[in-house]
């Protein structure tokens, strides 16, 4: 098992920065990806960033050039740092973890998640 606590949202002016943190414990050592997703009322999560235990990183369009995740494995800590902020970031943000998982019939995955900190973007 993999607990995440998500942890840095707040309410933020358009043009603005925050950084998000995820404090990960228990197996982590099993988990292949870390990412970050966000989700707001009525709509589906969608996917933020990712970052793989090699340290590759995948972001949304939206996001792109704007957001950086990374991890610190010493710490057992992923980051979002989010710069220049836009209304249409308000959302909860959310912290996952994924086991990849190859089985004989095919490829698994398993997926655990914190609780969701709210970022909004005022403008």
């Known amino acids: 098992q993999v607990q995440l606590v998500e942890s840095g949202g707040d309410l933020v002016q358009a043009g603005g920065s925050l950084r998000l943190s995820c404090a990960a414990s228990?197996?982590?050592?099993?988990?292949?990806?870390f990412g970050w997703y966000r989700q707001v009322p009525g709509k589906e999560r969608d996917l933020v960033a990712t970052?793989?235990?090699?340290?590759?990183?995948t972001y949304s369009d939206s996001v792109k050039g704007r957001f950086t995740i990374n991890r610190d494995n010493l710490e057992n800590m992923v980051y979002l740092q989010m710069n220049n902020l836009k209304r249409e970031d308000t959302a909860v943000y959310y912290c996952?973890?994924?086991?990849?998982?190859?089985?004989?019939?095919?490829?698994?995955?398993?997926?655990?998640w914190g609780q969701g900190t709210q970022v909004t973007v005022s403008s």
């Open positions: 996952n973890a994924r086991q990849i998982l190859d089985a004989p019939g095919g490829v698994y995955y398993n997926d655990y």
């Open positions: 228990g197996k982590t050592f099993s988990i292949n990806v």
């Open positions: 970052i793989s235990d090699g340290g590759s990183t």
